[in-house]
């Protein structure tokens, strides 16, 4: 149970606690520290806030004590709190019973032969290899140059152009690796940017990423009968009739019979001279037309446009029934195009005037109304 002025408990003096805070003063705004972090990190934090706040001289240090009560949490917060009453003197004294109690929160410091660590990687840039150095090299305190010039050689790839040159040329101060460095760099980006233009400047070259597999089947050629079946799937809307739509007074025989019977007038498709290797065609379906076998002579699209072609010349008028023959001519004659209109007469007109005067329509017609006003103010007269 808290006690009845527990309100009053501080653990600063009489000195520090009497002290009123400006008016307008706010605590800044930091990451709170819980115990678990560096406790020299957020000290340095905190007195960089606090040097922009407008606290006065003479109640800077009150306000830096008692503010930093709110840029703690957690385990931190309850050491600060059952801290003894009137046991800090001073902000100086508050840091030194802070970094005492944390103690163990806090980081080895780095030495200057931790530098010889740092080391560049496989495939890392010069660029990346000098940034990550320098981070490391600004938070060791008390290095030497001559110790931080060997380690980021000793840390170069050995087959690095770079490394060469400094172990040829030593450096005397780190200026000269980072201007050295800096040049290597841009040797590098050049290199890159060349090979880049280098695969813009081929376009129809592709580079595959992908690992091939070696499993993978040979190259198959591609079987000229299936693709012969496929353009027999073509909409039908674009071949000639079929042959049943003809309404012949013979079979299939009589037709052929009747088309050999014309001789050289009928082109008929060179026969096959030896068989197909991997020849996987159904062997039921047979053309007579083009004496192979792979789809049936009903179906034969060549046949086709051929009986078009000698209906619409009338050399197969006797296998037609005498009523059928007008309109199985207009059927086949539907394949073709159209003919152009018959020109019969020409009529010449002369639209925006005359090209030889430059005179317009509207400008004749205005030169008639002036004129058949004068004329008509003649007679009046």
């Not at 006065?56 to 949490?73: D, H, L, Q, V």
């Not at 007579?288 to 078009?308: A, K």
Request: with cysteine; proline share 6%; glycine share 6%.
């Amino acid at each position: 149970m808290a006690a009845p002025e527990s309100y009053a408990d501080s653990p600063f003096t009489d000195d520090i606690a009497a002290v009123a805070l400006p008016k307008g003063f706010n605590v800044p705004t930091m990451t709170l520290f819980d115990g678990t972090t560096y406790p020299c990190d957020h000290i340095s934090q905190f007195k960089q806030k606090m040097m922009v706040t407008t606290a006065a001289r003479a109640s800077k240090e009150a306000c830096m004590c008692k503010g930093f009560g709110s840029t703690i949490t957690g385990a931190a917060l309850q050491w600060f709190v059952g801290l003894p009453n009137g046991s800090i003197s001073s902000f100086a004294d508050l840091v030194n019973t802070f970094n005492q109690q944390f103690s163990s929160s806090r980081r080895t410091p780095k030495q200057p032969s931790d530098l010889y660590r740092i080391v560049q990687e496989i495939g890392e840039s010069i660029k990346d290899y000098v940034t990550r150095f320098n981070a490391e090299k600004v938070s060791i305190r008390g290095y030497d140059t001559p110790t931080a010039i060997n380690a980021f050689r000793q840390g170069l790839d050995k087959e690095s152009d770079i490394y060469k040159e400094l172990t040829m040329h030593p450096c005397e101060r780190f200026e000269e690796v980072r201007q050295r460095a800096t040049a290597a760099l841009r040797l590098e980006e050049d290199i890159q940017a060349r090979k880049g233009m280098s695969n813009f400047d081929k376009p129809n070259r592709k580079i595959s990423t992908e690992k091939k597999d070696e499993r993978a089947k040979p190259y198959n050629r591609p079987n000229i009968s299936r693709v012969a079946e496929k353009t027999q799937q073509i909409d039908d809307s674009q071949h000639p009739p079929k042959l049943s739509e003809y309404g012949f007074n013979t079979g299939m025989e009589g037709l052929l019979k009747a088309l050999r019977g014309l001789g050289d007038q009928v082109r008929w498709p060179k026969p096959p001279t030896q068989s197909r290797p991997n020849d996987d065609r159904d062997s039921s379906k047979r053309c007579e037309c083009h004496q192979d076998i792979g789809h049936r002579t009903e179906d034969c699209y060549r046949l086709r446009r051929e009986v078009n072609f000698q209906v619409r010349k009338g050399n197969l008028d006797h296998l037609l029934s005498r009523g059928g023959k007008h309109d199985r001519k207009e059927a086949a004659n539907q394949m073709l195009p159209s003919a152009p209109p018959i020109c019969t007469k020409i009529i010449n007109v002369i639209t925006c005037g005359s090209e030889l005067s430059g005179l317009t329509y509207s400008a004749a017609k205005r030169k008639a109304t002036e004129s058949k006003g004068i004329i008509q103010k003649l007679y009046t007269e």
